[in-house]
């Protein structure tokens, strides 16, 4: 206490000087309403500088939450979009309501190759999260891959960098449809075979998936046309193509089941092979 | 002392009286006001109590204020001058020589306008700064604050030299 007071004896002037500032400072405010409404201008200008401050600060550390906030939500549209682009594929006349019989679920990628010519990648869900295998994984620009193996928390899923791997596309602007492999090389590389010559291509087009796989949905854009060949002999165009997602640096990404999946399945069984 | 404490408060009046009455209203070349209130600040004895000093510049520019409708900006800057005025007398007069007692008792002309100079420049930069309180004014607030100053500082020179030929005889 003693010392609490000696110290205001000793810092008399300055308390005594910034007591009465304030003071004229409430009195410049009273009375005139010019300076009321600059210093209320100057302390608005303070106060949302530094709640600026705080506010990035706070959602800097926030950002992790914000992101798988933010992906629980795309999963929901994700699901909503396959929904709308599938609509040729399941068209109904007749206004009954149309099955989309996919469901999304999100993961994130904890390894990835591409380096060799058949490529894995591991996702952070298991059978636990409803994995099973040769379930499609895609991104929000296209695709990944098909998941391979489940164990409880982790799945194994064959890259679409896997020359093994093909998938079936079509045009955008028309039904022509063919396979994409990988050339092997540039992870964003790839071809596109077995479409017939009488469909009439442009540069440029967009590359959609088919839709008869029943790995994936029909309408997930895929990548553009960058050049194409007429192999006259064949009667087939060899289309070289640019994905829109590098398949080497993806992180967040969705799996796809298919509900009919076991039905397509055993109708194909029943097929003459 | 008693008679120091009355030429303080018949000081003090007449200042007031001055400023509100006559310096207020003069509008030199249409803008300048001299602040020849400041005299009071200048000529508190350099040895007494600073508490009080400050307390009775705040007074002093309060009551300014309070007569001539301005906002506080009298008593603001008054107020910091008071505060601010024992390092100016440290600086003007330097730190190991004599520090004279009485601003008007000294001889050293140079360094009295260098105290003068300095402390109605500050506080005429402090005045006009609250009184536009505007970053865009501040062409005007420095025009203002030289130019008064000039004035005031040769109204205050002369009113020293004044007093001190009437305390002389």
Request: no cysteine; hydrophobic share 45%.
């Amino acid at each position: 206490m003693q010392r609490i007071l000696n110290a205001l004896v000793q810092f008399r002037n300055p308390i005594l000087y910034l007591v009465l500032l304030g003071f004229s400072l409430l009195f410049l405010n009273s009375r005139s309403s010019f300076h009321q409404s600059q210093l209320e201008k100057y302390g608005l200008y303070v106060s949302q500088s530094l709640y600026g401050v705080s506010h990035r600060i706070g959602s800097y550390f926030q950002l992790k939450k914000i992101n798988e906030k933010l992906l629980q939500e795309n999963q929901t549209l994700k699901e909503l979009e396959l929904k709308s682009k599938g609509i040729p594929l399941y068209q109904n006349a007749l206004k009954v309501n149309r099955r989309f019989p996919f469901q999304v679920k999100a993961a994130h990628v904890i390894k990835n190759s591409f380096l060799n010519q058949q490529n894995f990648l591991i996702i952070d869900k298991g059978s636990e999260n409803g994995i099973k295998e040769e379930m499609a994984v895609i991104t929000d620009r296209g695709i990944i891959g098909i998941v391979k193996s489940v164990s409880d928390h982790y799945a194994s899923v064959i890259s679409i960098l896997n020359q093994d791997l093909k998938i079936n596309v079509r045009l955008k602007n028309s039904a022509a449809f063919g396979t994409l492999s990988w050339k092997g090389k540039n992870p964003i590389d790839f071809q596109v075979e077995d479409i017939v010559m009488n469909a009439v291509l442009e540069k440029g087009d967009t590359l959609i998936t088919g839709g008869m796989s029943s790995y994936f949905p029909m309408g997930i854009p895929l990548g553009k046309i960058s050049e194409f060949e007429r192999d006259v002999q064949s009667g087939y165009y060899t289309i070289s193509t640019e994905l829109f997602e590098d398949p080497s640096q993806v992180y967040y990404v969705y799996v796809i089941e298919n509900l009919d999946r076991q039905e397509l399945f055993e109708l194909k069984k029943e097929l003459p092979q | 002392m008693n008679r120091n404490i009355l030429t303080l408060m018949g000081t003090f009046i007449l200042l007031v009286l001055l400023q509100v009455m006559l310096f207020n209203k003069l509008h030199l070349f249409g803008f300048i006001n001299p602040m020849v209130y400041l005299f009071f600040i200048i000529s508190y004895r350099f040895d007494s109590d600073q508490t009080l000093f400050i307390f009775l510049s705040f007074i002093l520019g309060f009551t300014i204020d309070f007569l001539s409708q301005s906002g506080g900006a009298h008593s603001i800057s008054a107020l910091t001058i008071a505060f601010l005025r024992p390092v100016l007398i440290r600086n003007a007069f330097g730190v190991t020589a004599e520090i004279p007692t009485n601003f008007h008792n000294d001889s050293r002309t140079l360094n009295k306008t260098i105290f003068l100079a300095i402390l109605i420049g500050i506080h005429h930069l402090l005045y006009f700064t609250f009184v536009f309180f505007n970053w865009n004014a501040l062409y005007l607030i420095l025009k203002n604050a030289l130019l008064t100053s000039v004035i005031s500082l040769t109204l205050i020179a002369l009113l020293s030299s004044l007093y001190k030929k009437l305390n002389d005889s």
